[in-house]
Every structure is written in structure tokens, then in C-alpha cells.
């Protein structure tokens, strides 16, 4: 699928991204994907999702009322950021990567950590253990401090993940 470009935002809108990125991962971490003098344009990925190209590169994905970093941009981030510290992060162990980069939800199972801020129903991002690199974000669908302490379960229901379209229709254009 191609991502078209449609038209550039305003300041005030991205004042409002910031604000918001802020409010989720802390406002050091939101100053990291996006500042004010950056030049942010909505591309349009399908009917549900766009795609904000900050400066060119595609960080955000946008649908109906929520707003989260892609995971090529975390993934660009986490050469230079542990995520494993972020909040609204899901840590999980290298048995559960194979089968998130395929597209499967995260079970409480392979979870190692986990932020205890999180609710159940928050944007969340999932990384591998080893080496902190994201995987996936997706719908918390337990508390953080459930996630960590279930044996099973349903933990986050994923939305975006790395090898899935979005992912193939970006990573060339980083």
C-alpha cells in the first residue's frame, strides 16, 4: 500500500501532538520525536489510519482519537534511548518475538516488565528484553502490574508491529 501525502499541519496542531506525546511517555520523551519547528505532514495510509511524516520521515500513526509513535520511529529512538526505562512500556522475553513480529497479541506469559502506570485500555508499546527494541504497540488490555504478575492471559492486544504493512510501507522512506 502507498502512502500519499496529503497536506502539511499547522502549528497549533502541532503543538496539540506534542502536548499529547507529552502527556503518554513524559515531555523529555515527546521533545525526542517532535518539536515545535518541525515540519509535520499528514499522509494518508488507508480509510482508518494516516501516517505523520515529521520532517519527512513517518513517526506518527494517527487513528480516529489517538495519536502513537510508529515503531520505526521508536526503533530509530532506541539506538540512542533504553525504552526499557519509558513509560507505557511491555517488555517481553525473546520467546515471545517471533510470534509478535507475525502479529499475535502478547500474552502475560512472556511478559518480564512492565510499566505499572498502565491501565487497562492505554496505548502501550512493546519491546524485547535483550536489546530494548520495539516490536509492536498496541491496546493494554490488563494494568501493568497485572501484566507482570499473571501467569496467562490476553496482556495487549497489538495494533502495529514491526514487519506488518505500515511497517513495510514506511521503513523505506526513514
Known amino acids: 500500500m502507498e502512502l500519499k501525502v496529503k497536506h502539511p499541519l499547522s502549528k497549533k496542531e502541532i503543538r496539540e501532538i506534542i502536548r499529547e506525546i507529552g502527556e503518554v511517555f513524559g515531555e523529555d ?28 520521515k513517518p513517526t506518527f500513526i494517527k487513528r480516529k482519537n489517538f495519536i502513537f509513535p510508529l515503531v520505526i520511529a521508536l526503533y530509530g529512538l532506541s539506538n540512542t534511548e533504553d525504552l526499557r526505562t519509558w513509560k507505557r512500556r511491555v517488555v517481553v522475553d525473546a520467546g515471545a518475538v517471533p510470534f509478535i513480529l507475525k502479529g499475535a497479541d502478547v500474552m ?18 512493546v519491546i524485547e528484553e535483550e536489546y530494548g527494541r520495539p516490536l509492536a504497540i498496541g491496546m493494554a488490555l490488563m494494568d501493568g502490574k497485572a501484566m507482570k504478575e499473571k501467569p496467562k492471559g490476553k496482556a495487549v492486544k497489538v495494533i502495529h508491529h514491526a514487519k506488518d504493512r505500515i511497517w513495510e510501507a514506511t521503513v523505506g522512506r526513514r
Open 108 to 125: 502475560a506469559a512472556g511478559i518480564t516488565d512492565a510499566d505499572e502506570g498502565i491501565r487497562e485500555g492505554d496505548l502501550v508499546f
Open 29 to 56: 520523551a515527546g521533545k525526542k520525536l517532535l518539536e515545535k519547528r518541525d515540519r509535520v505532514e499528514l499522509g494518508e495510509f488507508d480509510r482508518t489510519t494516516d501516517i505523520l511524516l515529521v520532517n519527512g
